[in-house]
């Protein structure tokens, strides 16, 4: 009997374990597939320099200027600060010409705080990867903001999903045949299980 009952506890087990793996697997897969569709579409759709989301923007870095601290492909996410929040040795986004729409990321190496008596902020900058510094100062009007973080090659996938945006439901379709095939081995090693012990349970 002893051995039936572990046979039992242990089915209780696997049921147990298999009723919480159906939750989450379906929680995940929601949630995640919900994800990757409004991403897909929101990068697709809005192609603006300016774009943001919860407060930051974020753009892709073209070059290996601010090489060893981020390279190209990466993406930099800039929180929006007042000038007088940012100083010397952060790394800030800018317009580098009111005539142009690109975008520089470089390190602040001096801040001057009263630009020739203007009581304009001006910041004079460098790519770390760079000899020199940049041929010309940023005023306080050309900074987008400070980088916080960044994700290495992030901005390699969004490229991607701005071109390519199609190819993301055939993905999504992927996840869930694979779910499906996840669940079908767990009913029937479910069933298997329960078989056994009711062989098991005739026998004795």
């Known amino acids: ?16 374990g298999f009723r919480i793996y159906s939750v989450a697997r379906k929680v995940f897969i929601y949630c995640l597939s919900v994800f990757i569709v409004a991403v897909a579409i929101f990068f ?3 192609k603006s320099p300016k774009k943001s989301m919860f407060g930051f923007r974020y753009y892709t870095v073209l070059t290996d200027s601010m090489a060893p ?10 929180r929006v600060v007042n000038a007088n929040k940012i ?3 952060d790394i800030i986004t800018f317009n580098p010409s009111s005539g142009s729409d690109a975008y520089l990321t470089h390190r602040v190496t001096e801040k001057i705080t009263d630009y020739q008596g203007t009581g304009v902020t001006c910041f004079r900058t460098k790519g770390d990867a760079n000899n020199t510094d940049d041929s010309f100062l940023i005023d306080e009007s050309r900074v987008i903001g400070k980088v916080k973080f960044h994700v290495p ?3 390699v996938m969004v ?12 993905l999504v379709a992927l996840m869930f045949v694979f779910f499906k095939m996840m669940k079908y081995y767990f009913d029937l090693k479910s069933k298997n299980d329960s078989a056994q012990t009711q062989q098991s349970i005739k026998t004795e």
């Open 1 to 16: 009997m002893s051995t039936i009952a572990k046979e039992v506890t242990g089915n209780n087990i696997s049921s147990k």
């Open 44 to 46: 697709a759709a809005d």
């Open 69 to 78: 601290e981020f390279s190209s492909g990466d993406m930099v996410f800039v």
């Open 87 to 89: 100083k010397e040795g």
């Open 153 to 155: 090659k992030l901005g």
């Open 159 to 170: 490229r991607f999903v701005q071109l390519r945006w199609y190819f993301i439901l055939p």
